[in-house]
């Protein structure tokens, strides 16, 4: 399973790259007329032209947004929803962009998030195989090695 995990993260680093590739190709020749007319002058203000990551509506990415509670069935679930709110980002990127050179690597990227998903869905599966099936949620598996199967709580 971590195998899974630390290709998918150095996989997702590339993501990034290929985004802020694009980014840097949209705008590298644009004009002052271009940023003004395109709404581009309130970024322009604080990053020129630099890679700065952000949501849509202008939230700077932060690390919060990484979630990760050591416990596998936790973070599993955790990283396919990521998955899933990533391709939907693209798919909705693809409908507003007609431009091939940059529909063509979001595309890519939109598949990439597909496999990410069903490699972390077999790793849960995986996890779940092991555990007892009467305590799935007693107790994190990762963790809690000497509590008995079955306990819900600490006495």
């Given at each position: 399973m971590m195998h899974y995990v630390q290709q998918i993260?150095?996989?997702?680093?590339?993501?990034?790259?290929?985004?802020?590739?694009?980014?840097?190709?949209?705008?590298?020749?644009?004009?002052?007329?271009?940023?003004?007319k395109n709404g581009f002058d309130a970024y322009y203000v604080d990053h020129t032209a630099g890679v700065y990551p952000a949501s849509a509506a202008g939230v700077p990415f932060d690390m919060k947004y990484i979630q990760s509670k050591g416990d596998p069935i936790t973070d599993?679930?955790?990283?396919?929803?990521?998955?899933?709110?990533?391709?939907?980002?693209?798919?909705?990127l693809l409908r507003l962009i007609d431009d091939p050179d940059v529909c063509d690597p979001i595309k890519f990227l939109r598949q990439r998030e597909v496999?990410?998903?069903q490699r972390f869905g077999e790793a849960l599966g995986r996890v779940l195989?092991?555990?007892?099936?009467?305590n799935y949620y007693g107790y994190n598996p990762a963790f809690d090695k000497s509590r008995a199967p079955g306990c819900n709580a600490r006495r």
């Open positions: 993260g150095t996989e997702e680093l590339a993501h990034m790259e290929i985004i802020s590739t694009i980014f840097t190709q949209l705008t590298r020749n644009m004009s002052m007329d271009d940023i003004k599993l679930h955790e990283d396919m929803g990521a998955e899933q709110k990533a391709r939907t980002t693209y798919d909705n496999v990410h998903y195989d092991t555990l007892d099936s009467r």
